[in-house]
């Protein structure tokens, strides 16, 4: 499932999560580790200082009520979600096609080049709740 690369913590231990692979290596992520060549360079190759880092947040949910009180942003923003998610919706999509490989304008933020997967991008909003 993993390949052979991918070390034996990763896995047997937390399996429920999402591995992302490309050219320069693979990253595994879950709710409580971050694994793969880019994370386990990290020991050899720190990130600097003043390097952006996510704030440590044990309940995302009251973290975004908190920051709806106090105007912050949360340690989870939906731009953030927005961006995670955008990948795994594509591989559903592309599973539900027979894993038909998708291309995907991330300035336009939509499938190209296949009318059947585009339309399976979004669905029909209930009145009063579309997007304009």
Not at 90 to 102: D, N, T, Y
């Amino acid at each position: 499932m993993f390949g052979e690369d991918v070390s034996d913590e990763v896995k047997t231990t937390n399996r429920n999560g999402v591995m992302f692979i490309g050219d320069k290596g693979r990253i595994f992520v879950n709710r409580a580790n971050v694994y793969g060549r880019p994370a386990e360079e990290l020991a050899e190759n720190p990130l600097p200082a003043d390097a952006w880092r996510v704030r440590p947040s044990e309940s995302h949910m009251e973290n975004f009520f908190d920051c709806v009180k106090s105007r912050e942003t949360p340690v989870a923003p939906a731009e953030i979600g927005h961006r995670s998610l955008t990948p795994c919706q594509l591989a559903v999509i592309s599973m539900q096609l027979g894993g038909r490989k998708l291309q995907w304008d991330s300035d336009a933020e939509e499938i190209v080049g296949d009318a059947e997967a585009k339309a399976m991008q979004a669905r029909e909003q209930r009145a009063g709740y579309t997007i304009s």
